[in-house]
């Protein structure tokens, strides 16, 4: 079935930028979605096909999707960024949503 | 505004069944063409989509769990439920009901519940 690898953690300071990769094999291909969870909570799409934002994200969340990864940048950290951030594609080969391993951003 | 409730028992014993139901506020399941499903998340772990069914019945599973899982629709108490048989303590998670963002199964889920923590244990 396909796979979605993110790394595990990334760390930044605030008011830098931070960038979360989903790799897939040719995920390119595919629309790509992003969801931010913080703990006790259930995720919020926070960028969906690519790079299109829900109303009430902010323009410091944006998305890109080429070759074998995607990638979710987050530009000028908060602390409130601070969460657990899941890639996700349909597998129209199986007919089922994926979701990637998640990345826990941390701010510094 | 739209809400998904999940209810169901919160311990099951390994071997048996867990049942969960989602019920619908703010919209009703039988006016609208969205795929309507279900979503876990075992402690400390990442999300896995279970699966997902229209108004009509029609069904879409993880083809991990497909042998085990049953999602049924209730349009009359604007409810659907998820049926997992055969448990084991690698089922505990959170459990989510959550609905697309579009009118696609294939779109991204823009509704959640807010998650019940079911656990396998005898």
């Known amino acids: 079935s396909y796979v979605l690898t993110q790394p595990p953690s990334v760390s930044v300071a605030p008011g830098k930028t931070a960038r979360i990769t989903c790799g897939g094999n040719?995920?390119?291909?595919?629309?790509v979605h992003w969801y931010q969870q913080k703990p006790g909570q259930a995720p919020v799409l926070v960028i969906y096909?690519?790079?299109d934002r829900p109303s009430g994200i902010p323009e410091r969340f944006s998305g890109s999707n080429s070759g074998n990864t995607a990638t979710l940048t987050i530009s000028r950290v908060e602390a409130g960024d601070e969460a657990d951030y899941y890639c996700?594609?349909?597998?129209?080969?199986?007919?089922?949503?994926?979701f990637g391993t998640g990345t826990k951003v941390t701010v510094l | 505004q739209l809400q998904l409730q999940e209810s169901g028992p919160g311990l099951v014993k390994p071997s048996e069944t867990l049942s969960l139901t989602c019920t619908v506020s703010?919209?009703?399941?039988?006016?609208?063409?969205?795929?309507w499903g279900w979503i876990r998340q075992p402690p400390g772990k990442g999300l896995e989509w279970i699966g997902s069914?229209?108004?009509?019945?029609?069904?879409y599973y993880n083809p991990s769990l497909k042998s085990r899982v049953t999602i049924s629709v209730d349009t009359s108490k604007n409810q659907f439920s998820l049926k997992l048989s055969s448990v084991t303590a690698a089922d505990t998670a959170v459990y989510y009901c959550?609905?697309?963002?579009?009118?696609?199964?294939?779109?991204?889920?823009?509704?959640w519940g807010q998650g019940t923590l079911v656990t396998v244990s005898s």
């Open positions: 996700q594609v349909w597998d129209s080969s199986s007919d089922h949503r994926v």
């Open positions: 069914i229209y108004y009509s019945g029609s069904t």
């Open positions: 096909y690519d790079s």
């Open positions: 040719n995920i390119g291909s595919k629309s």
């Open positions: 959550a609905r697309p963002f579009a009118e696609v199964v294939t779109a991204p889920v823009q509704h």
């Open positions: 703010g919209g009703s399941i039988s006016s609208s063409s969205y795929y």
